[in-house]
C-alpha cells in the first residue's frame, strides 16, 4: 500500500507562484512514473505533467514554460513548479504514483486559486 501526500496548495494572484509537493511512503520498491493532474469544477481531471524515474517529463500544452516538475527519488517525492498562474489553473492538483510493482496512488488532492 502506498501512502500519497500532496501539500503547497493555497490562493494566488494572477502572475503569482506556487509550489506543490507529493510525497509517497509505504511499502514501495520503486516508481516508474510520478505526475500532477488537476480538476477544475464542472471538468474532467487532466494531466498537467508526468515525469519518469529516469527524469523524462511531459507536459500538459496549457502549462508548457509555465510550470516545471521534477522528483527527488530518494524522498520519493515529486515537485511542481507553477509559475506566472492564471485564473484557469484553478484547480483540485492531485498527485499520481505509478509504482514499479503495484496498482498506481492518489493524493487526496491539494486545491490551487487564481484570483484577484
Known amino acids: 500500500q502506498v501512502q500519497v501526500v500532496e501539500s503547497g496548495g493555497g490562493l494566488v494572484q494572477p502572475g503569482g507562484s506556487l509550489r506543490l509537493s507529493c510525497a509517497a511512503s509505504?511499502?514501495?520498491?520503486?516508481?516508474?512514473?510520478m505526475a500532477w493532474y488537476r480538476q477544475a469544477p464542472g471538468k474532467q481531471r487532466e494531466l498537467v505533467a508526468g515525469?519518469?524515474?529516469?527524469?523524462?517529463?511531459n507536459y500538459a500544452d496549457s502549462v508548457k514554460g509555465r510550470f516545471t516538475i521534477s522528483r527527488d527519488n530518494a524522498k520519493n517525492t515529486v515537485y511542481l513548479q507553477m509559475n506566472s498562474l492564471k485564473p484557469e489553473d484553478t484547480a483540485v492538483y492531485y498527485c499520481?504514483?505509478?509504482?514499479?510493482?503495484?496498482?498506481?496512488?492518489w493524493g487526496q488532492g491539494t486545491q490551487v486559486t487564481v484570483s484577484s
Open positions: 509505504g511499502r514501495i520498491f520503486s516508481i516508474l512514473r
Open positions: 499520481n504514483i505509478v509504482p514499479a510493482l503495484g496498482s498506481s496512488s
Open positions: 515525469i519518469t524515474g529516469g527524469g523524462n517529463t
